[in-house]
């Protein structure tokens, strides 16, 4: 009796290395995610402002849902303009940075059903965290604008920001 191992230790051994195999899984379909989703890369001032007039030129003359001052602090939200008749729903959220001290430029896209299943959506602006709650935006809002221009933030030290929806 002293060889043969009980029922339960293999039931328990098992559910150790599903739970592991389910972990490694996870954190490998996340690293895929974030790598598919965020591209880094180093740019001159010149170029990266060819690409921020290139982003924001379907957004002519549209102002912005979230306005911030000069040093990236929330001003106001304008949750009121008029949504478009024919807008479509978006279904991916782009963000498009730009730091001219490292000269680096990043670009995130998010998917529309990744802020529909998070509950609460926050930003972080210049390390200040804002909750979508507190710009008096939700995802319904963003989705009622359709492709929308979000936030075009641009710094006095050549930082700039551009969010979007297409």
């Given amino acids: 009796m002293a060889g043969k191992i009980k029922t339960w230790i293999w039931v328990v051994v098992s559910v150790v ?25 180093v740019t001159s001032s010149a170029s990266a402002s060819v690409e921020f007039e290139q982003a924001t030129a379907q957004f002519t003359g549209q102002k912005p849902l979230i306005e911030l001052d000069e040093r990236g602090r929330f001003l106001r939200a304008n949750p009121d303009r008029p949504g478009r008749a024919d807008a479509r729903r978006p279904d991916q959220l782009y963000v498009l940075a730009f730091d ?5 430029i990043v670009k995130v896209t998010i998917p ?17 965290q804002l909750e979508l709650e507190d710009l008096k935006l939700t995802v319904e809002d963003l989705e009622r604008f359709g492709p929308t221009l979000i936030v075009d933030h641009k710094s006095s030290g050549g930082e700039r920001v551009l969010v979007w929806s297409q």
Avoid: Q, S
């Avoid at 001219?100 to 680096?104: K, W």
């Avoid at 529309?112 to 200040?128: M, P, Q, Y």
């Fill in 17 to 41: 290395v599903i739970c592991i195999l389910g972990a490694v899984a996870v954190a490998g379909m996340g690293y895929y995610f974030f790598t598919k989703h965020i591209d880094t890369r």
């Fill in 100 to 104: 001219p001290d490292d000269e680096r």
């Fill in 112 to 128: 529309f059903w990744l802020l529909r299943l998070k509950a609460r959506g926050t930003i972080d602006f210049n390390g200040g």
